[in-house]
Structures are given as C-alpha cells and as structure tokens.
C-alpha cells in the first residue's frame, strides 16, 4: 500500500496534472482551439452518413463506446468526492480541464485514426500503442524505445482495466443494487457477469450496438433527473456558482487547506471524469468507419464536453444547491456529516426529490458502470492483442467475465488505488507520443482549415 500510495500521489501529482493540463494548452493553441472553433461542425459530423471508411463501427457508435467508459462513477462519484475534499472551487478546474481535454481528444482520435492498422481478424486496431511506435518511428526513424513505450502504454493498459474498467464498476453496481434493492452483492455479480458475457462475444460491434443506447438514454435520464431539482430550486444557482468561482481562486478548501488542493482536486477528478490524455478513448476512435482523422479528431472532441460540462456539471449543482455543502465567512468549507463520494450526491438528490432522489443515484451508477465495464473491455482486449496477439483476446475474455462476478462481491480498496494509479500511468506514454507528434497534428488540422 505505501508503494502503491506513493505511485499514486506521482501519477495524480502536480507533474503529471501539469503535463496533462500542459499538453491540452499546447494542442489547443496548435490547432487554433478547434474544439470551440468547430463545436457545431463536430455536432455535425456525429450524425452525418457521409463518413468512408473500412472500420467496424459507426463514428456515432465510436464516440458512445469511448463516452460508455468515461461517463460512470467518476460522474456521480468523482464530483462529490472532489467537492468534498477540494472545495466547490473544484468544479471551476474540473471545467478548466475539460476546456483544452477537447482538444487533446481531438488530437488522440487524429493519431488513432491515422496509425490504425488491420489485424489478422481483419479488424481495425489502433490507439497510443500505434501511434506512439508507428508515428515516432515514421517522424524520428527505427528505435527500440518507441516500441518499449507503445508496450508500456498497452501493459498499463490491461492492469487499469481490470480495476478501473471492471472490478470497481461491479463493485458500485453491486453496492447500489444492496442499498437500494436488497439484493445480495453475489447476485448481482453473477447477473451483470452474465449480461456482460453476453454483449462482449460479440466483440465491437455487440458492445457499441448496446453502448450506443445505454450512453444517450441514461445520460438524458441522469441529466433530466437534476434538471427537476434545479427548476425547482432555481433561486439557488446563482448562490452555486458563486461558491464554485469564489472558491476556485481563494486559498481555502477543506479545514482551510491551499489552494493547491482545491486545483489538484478539480483537475484530477476532471481528468478521470472525461479521461482526456489517459489514451483510452483513441482505441475506441480506431475502431470508427472514417478514414479521415480530421472528422474523426472533431468528433471525438465533444467527449469533454458532454461528460464534465454537462453532465459533472449537473451532478455539481444538485449538491450545491442541497445546503449540504457550507462555504463559512471565512471561506472554510463543511460538508454535513462528513459525506463523500456517491453517498454525498445521493442524499442530495434525495433532499430535493424525497423518495425518488435516491433511485436516479442508483440506477445512473448501475446503467453507467455496466457501460464502463463494456467499454474497457474493448480497451484492455487492444492493448492485450498489442502485446500477446489476437489469440491471447480469448483468455481475457473469460478473465473478465469472473472478474466482473469476483469484483462485485468483494472489498476492494486495494484494487480501487491499484487501478487509479495505473490508470493514471498510462498517460505518461500517451502524453510523450501527443507532444512528439503534435507537429503531425496542427499540420492535418491547417491543410482542413485551408480547404475550408
């Protein structure tokens, strides 16, 4: 656990947060934010037929699969806990975050879609793994090292899905179904570990077919569900995003810590919220029928937006505007009895919809973590096939299903900051191929800009 903490406060420290948060000013500079400039254009292409390309998948159904792995815990869960433990403020730079992550998104599903390959199934495989091996080595020629940093990327990979992707997903499905319902966790388990089975032998295509109805109708349910609560308490916005912005840039959070904790808190949680830079999303991007990386890169660049502006947004407010959280006059912050995580926004929901509140808490996290699990399934089945090969695919696939069974009826703290860090490991590969082949990027970005 020391080693495994230490880990963890490198991988979410002030380095890697900078790095993270650096290479998303860099790129959107270089592409002149295209992530605002061509917000509608994006909107656009999403549901555009007029996409070519020889991939498995739609670039609708690309952009659920990659959102089904982002929107979940860290929606409902990581919003709470970085208001609980940073301050209001928090959600300032989680925005913050999310603001220049589009334009890192953007930059993945460019590189992804650029440096995909065909396996020897005849699928589309792709992602930081190919990016960082193939591109470096066509920018800076042959070396060991860009092979050893694809690898490393893809190893991290395959640990963080077991934990990020699967054991912790089924362990708060597990937890909701129990609290709300009653139900033994062992039932549970073995009932998503069966739906999971089902969807998963079908590969991609099973997977983005179910996460493309799962991720819109749960968010539209999660997002109307607080919509409610704030009409009815729409006196109390303004009062919100007074705590967040006065919070953001005092040096208060809790018990009157710095204000480095309220900054660490906002882009860490805003970082696992939409996963922009981890190199996740990209391999769901590669799997997308287009063959040009520019519609694709903006595409995949709303990513950041639907998750933490809208969604992270709304899960902010209804806390916020429970009086569950107290900003003192002297800028010190109190949480009432010392709530975190899910419980914070449940009882908050409750508070405002008594009797029902609770239940769109618990079925936001059952929909949302099962679209989580399915998503990274398809993440850790890349990198596996990256390091061992199609044929290795196979074992993970039955790995995962008892996994998911094993994950929901155990205590798993250890697994929880074992996955954390790896999942905040694998950045750093991803982020070193983003920077080196940045150039490739502002130049497929000025040739569309110069078209237009």
Partial sequence: MDLLNALNSFAWGPIMITFLVGTGVILSLGTGF???????????????????????????????????????????????????????????????????????????????????????????????MYYIENGMTERFGPNKLWKALGWAFAFFGVIASFGIGNMVQSNSVAAAMESSFSIP???????????????????????AKVTSKIVPVMALFFVAGSLVVLFGKAALIPQAFGMIFSNAFTGTAVGGGLLGTVIRMGVARGVFSNEA???????????????????????????????TLVICTMTALVILVSGLVTLGPDGVMTVTDGLNGAALTSRAFELSLPGIGKYIVSFGLIFFAFS????????????????????????????????????????????????DTFNGLMAIPNLIGLIALAPMIFAITKEKKLKN
């Avoid at 970085?82 to 220049?100: K, Q, R």
């Avoid at 981890?278 to 998750?307: E, K, M, R, V």
Wanted: net charge positive.
């Fill in 372 to 419: 989580t699990i399915l998503g990274w399934f398809y993440y850790g089945s890349k990198c596996l096939e990256y390091i061992a090969g199609v044929k290795a695919v196979a074992v993970y696939k039955w790995l995962w299903v008892v996994f998911v069974f094993v994950g929901a009826t155990l205590k798993i703290g250890i697994v929880w900051n074992l996955s």
């Fill in 277 to 307: 830079g981890l190199g996740s999303a990209p391999i769901a991007h590669a799997a997308s029928s287009n063959d040009n990386p520019y519609t694709q890169g903006l595409i995949a660049s709303l990513s950041p937006l639907i998750d």
């Fill in 34 to 128: 295209v992530q605002f400039r061509k917000m509608g254009e994006a909107f656009k292409m999403l549901f555009s037929k007029d996409h070519v390309g020889d991939g498995d998948i739609t670039p609708f159904q690309a952009l659920m699969t990659s959102l089904s792995a982002t929107i979940g815990t860290g929606n409902i869960a990581g919003v709470a806990t970085a208001i609980a433990l940073g301050g209001p403020g928090a959600v300032f730079w989680m925005w913050a975050t999310a603001a220049v992550g589009g334009a890192t998104k953007y930059g993945e599903a460019v590189l992804a879609i650029k440096y995909r390959i065909v396996n020897e199934k005849g699928e589309q495989s792709g992602g930081p």
């Fill in 185 to 207: 966790p062992y039932v549970s388990g073995g009932i998503i570990a069966v739906l999971t089975a089902l969807v998963i032998l079908g590969g991609i295509k099973s997977i």
